[in-house]
């Protein structure tokens, strides 16, 4: 017996035959084929099970039921005269006894028909997703996902981890992105933050002494969406390492996530261990990104020796990057949407040439680099039919723009893109720091906490030379899977000296630093173990797993691009009692509340 029902609606088989059973669950359809016949759908959350209206009492119960209430119905199994075999209880079929109504709905039409909610609106979808997770589709990547992260735990903990939760009401910090701003009621003026990772507490534990860390951890961060990114709050596999290296990391999550990719993977072939590891400054030279797709076949070829002088205004004192492809045959047209579709992404223009069958140059800017015909043939390995599209600008505008020519080339062109595999790769030797965009100033590239490579002495003997510092490397690691930053890493900074001269740097001083980050400079003064960790991304990891392309597909309750939840009509006003309460005054209110 299980509660109500003796039965699911995915277990019932030809073996159950005679018995009399009793099954709950949600009217998925009734179809009519006569005056007292009809065939109805009952599904829950394991099936559906086939139910035959054969008579006026039983019709007279079961016409006035809106689809999508929730019944009980109690009646004898028999085998089904017209089989379904693409369902599990496609050989039986109940005729029922009893029908009760356990919970009505009152609609009559709904927002969308619940197997095909993927096919709605996304904003409907969420508005109502509560009935969007009732689609079999859609609730089997939640399933997957409470699968996959029950596994990482099991896996971690076979491990030595020690599973250990930290705060979400914590101090503010500098790590990168916005801060979610709590009130503290008995503190005016004060504010709690949300955790944007539970980075300094992880790093605390291991000066606690406990030697392996991980948790679930749910991450907040007040930044835009991406198809591969969800607004609000995410959730990592964080994990830390006492006296560890980088290669001691990696190999742990190496043995932990092979195996979620073979079983749990759309794709069935998986990148060995230990994976490929690619220095930054060599990812951007030939891929154009720090999160290479190599599923591609494509590499992109630095050309601006060849191209120097060649009369082509953009290319004249600017870094110049080509990719090339073979047998090219698509039209005018396609290469112009090409064009068009990399300046979009990238705001750059693009430019490029095609060798015809007597090996000369023709189209685009090809008049320009007559006299580098020779040289682009030999550099680029060029032949009749071959296909080139180039970046110009400084040098990482080239090589960006250049990444985005070789996706696109790799997944519109056939033959260059592998699809069905997952393709894993360490990005290393991050620089430690760069130049701001919007600051025009030296900051970190990617964590403040990571150990420069070579450490004080290599901060020591680059300070006041800009590119010295533009040289440093950081002890820093990503791991990219199919084009995504899965995962970020480092050896931690766990020595207090060396973490004030890095942040001296980038012009904080040691007060800055201890009134930043008072624990763990002050627990470094104490004695604290080397240590290392990273954090893989559990929804991107559920993303990739299912080949879903948006992320929101494998969240249970995912807030909108506009970082909305319409469902429960977050975020919203509050009475100002509640305000007044926290000290709090509203300078400003949205003129439009709308979705």
């Known amino acids: 017996m299980m509660q109500s029902r003796t039965h699911n609606c995915g277990e019932l088989r030809l073996s159950d035959a005679g018995k009399s059973v009793t099954i709950v669950g949600w009217l998925e359809n009734v179809r009519e084929v006569g005056a007292n016949f009809a065939f109805c759908v009952l599904r829950d959350f394991y099936g559906t099970t086939q139910v035959v209206i054969e008579n006026e009492e039983m019709m007279k119960l079961i016409k006035p039921i809106n689809k999508e209430s929730t019944i009980s119905v109690t009646g004898l199994v028999r085998e089904r005269e017209s089989k379904n075999p693409k369902l599990p209880t496609g050989e039986i079929e109940v005729v029922p006894e009893k029908i009760e109504v356990l919970g009505k709905c009152v609609h009559n039409q709904l927002p969308f028909e619940i197997n095909k909610s993927k096919d709605a609106d996304e904003n409907t979808r969420l508005k109502y997703r509560f009935l969007d997770l009732r689609n079999p589709a859609v609730k089997s990547n939640i399933v997957l996902r409470c699968q996959v992260v029950a596994e990482l735990r099991r896996l971690m903990t076979e491990k030595g981890f020690l ?9 503010s910090s500098p790590e990168g992105a916005r801060d979610y701003l709590v009130p503290a009621r008995n503190h005016p003026g004060k504010f709690y933050a949300l955790p944007q990772a539970p980075q300094q507490f992880k790093q605390l534990l291991m000066t606690s002494g406990f030697d392996r860390y991980f948790q679930i951890a749910p991450c907040f961060r007040d930044e835009d969406a991406r198809a591969d990114r969800t607004p609000g709050e995410f959730y990592q596999l964080d994990m830390e390492m006492a006296f560890a290296s980088q290669a001691d990391v990696l190999s742990v999550l190496e043995d932990v ?7 749990f993977g759309k794709y069935k072939r998986v990148s060995a261990a230990p994976f490929r590891h690619i220095p930054y400054n060599e990812a951007m030279e030939r891929y154009g990104s720090d999160k290479p797709d190599l599923r591609i076949d494509l590499e992109i070829q630095d050309i601006t020796a060849e191209v120097q002088g060649c009369g082509f205004t953009p290319f004249e004192g600017a ?18 949407k090409l064009l068009a579709d990399v300046e979009v992404q990238t705001g750059s223009k693009a430019c490029w040439v095609k060798v015809d069958e007597n090996g000369n140059l023709t189209g685009g800017v090809s008049k320009f680099l007559t006299d580098c015909k020779d040289a682009l043939t030999a550099k680029l390995n060029l032949k009749p039919g071959s296909f080139v599209c180039m970046a110009a600008g400084k040098k990482a505008v080239a090589q960006k723009t250049a990444g985005v020519i070789r996706t696109m080339l790799g997944k519109r062109i056939p033959g ?3 699809e069905e595999q997952y393709a894993l790769c360490w990005i290393v030797d991050f620089p430690m720091y760069e130049i701001g965009e919007e600051s025009g100033a030296l900051e970190f590239c990617h964590n403040p906490f990571s150990m420069p490579q070579g450490g004080l002495k290599a901060l020591e003997d680059a300070e006041g030379d800009m590119d010295k510092l533009l040289a440093i490397k950081a002890d820093q690691y990503d791991l ?10 480092a050896v931690r900074n766990h020595d207090p000296e060396i973490m004030v001269k890095a942040f001296e740097m980038v012009g904080l001083g040691e007060a800055d630093v201890k009134a930043k980050f008072p624990a763990m400079y002050n627990a470094f003064t104490y004695g604290a173990p080397p240590h290392a960790g990273a954090a893989p991304g559990v929804d991107r990891l559920i993303m990739l797993l299912t080949g879903e392309e948006s992320i929101r597909e494998v969240i249970t309750f995912p807030m909108n691009k506009n970082a909305q939840d319409l469902m429960m009509g977050a975020p919203s006003f509050v009475d100002p009692k509640q305000l007044e309460e926290l000290n709090i005054v509203c300078t400003k209110k949205e003129e439009d509340d709308g979705e």
Do not use: C, M
């Open 163 to 171: 599973e250990i939760t930290t705060p979400i009401l914590t101090a």
């Open 257 to 263: 996530l092979v195996p979620v990719f073979h079983k």
């Open 319 to 336: 870094t110049v990057k080509a990719v090339a492809v073979d047998n090219f045959t698509q039209a005018r047209k396609w290469i112009d």
């Open 416 to 418: 260059h893109f592998d």
């Open 480 to 489: 990219v899977v199919n084009g995504y930053e899965s995962a970020s890493g």
